[in-house]
């Protein structure tokens, strides 16, 4: 599996219930993506308008519909999938951080959550 690929599927076992062993396997695998993200994105991101697009943390919206929806976990992932820079790495950790500190207080937490 690739870097992406670990991620996606860490964070859908993270989501259910979080520990610290799937952390360190999402940070490991967004260093290691890092390192070597797809030439597309690459050469996307020497563009400041597309990495403040996606370092932005406003509400990420596709669709009408979603104005009121909270920022997600998976948005989240898919910025930094998009954007692999410090920023959206910082983000997309300090997020699953507050995550997991949510599902201890409340194990049935629903993601999205507010930020």
């Known amino acids: 599996m690739n870097a992406i690929e670990i991620i996606y ?3 859908a076992k993270y989501k259910l219930a979080p ?3 799937h952390y360190l396997v999402i940070v490991d695998a967004m260093q290691k993506y890092q390192a070597n993200p797809p030439d597309i994105f690459i050469n996307d991101m020497k563009d400041a308008n ?3 697009k996606y370092e932005n943390l406003t509400i990420y919206k596709q669709f009408d519909f979603e104005k009121d929806r909270s920022i997600s976990l998976d948005d989240l992932f898919h910025k930094f999938r998009m954007c692999p820079n410090g920023i959206t790495s910082e983000n997309f950790k300090q997020a699953l951080t507050e995550y997991e500190n949510e599902f201890i207080k409340n194990p049935n937490i629903i993601d999205p959550f507010d930020i």
């Open 9 to 11: 599927f860490t964070l």
């Open 19 to 21: 520990s610290n062993q």
């Open 50 to 52: 597309y990495i403040s």
